[in-house]
């Protein structure tokens, strides 16, 4: 089994900032790709950003040079830095990885419990 566990989400005041982490914890030989959704109410689930076994970022328009992610590999965690935080970014904020669990398998496709985001105007 392969676990997912975030932490790091809250209420906050426009202008400010959290930082989320996500550790992935199990069975897992390699990562391809980790990184973060979010869902606000009423919305479909977007792409927050996410980052490569390479260190390849992508990003959101809407949380470019605002949101930062990194990883650290050792530990089979990554973060999500945000920063300049605006009401319309409150959701729930999913972690994603992609990864595969042992050296001959497919890379599979595994999500994280969620964790709030509030941002108050």
């Known amino acids: 089994q392969v676990q997912l566990v975030e932490s790091g989400g809250g209420l906050v005041q426009a202008g400010g900032s959290l930082r989320l982490s996500c550790a992935a914890s199990?069975?897992?030989?390699?990562?391809?790709?980790m990184g973060w959704y979010r869902q606000a109410p009423g919305k479909e689930r977007e792409l927050v950003a996410h980052?490569?076994?390479?260190?390849?970022?992508t990003y959101a328009d809407s949380v470019k040079g605002r949101f930062t992610i990194s990883r650290d590999n050792a530990k089979n965690t990554v973060f999500l830095q945000m920063n300049s935080l605006k009401p319309d970014d409150t959701a729930v904020y999913f972690c994603?990885?992609?990864?595969?669990?042992?050296?001959?398998?497919?890379?599979?496709?595994?999500w994280g419990q969620g964790t709030q985001v509030t941002v108050s105007s």
């Open positions: 994603n990885a992609v990864l595969k669990r042992w050296a001959g398998s497919a890379p599979n496709n595994y």
């Open positions: 199990g069975s897992i030989f390699s990562f391809n790709v």
């Open positions: 980052i490569t076994s390479g260190g390849i970022t």
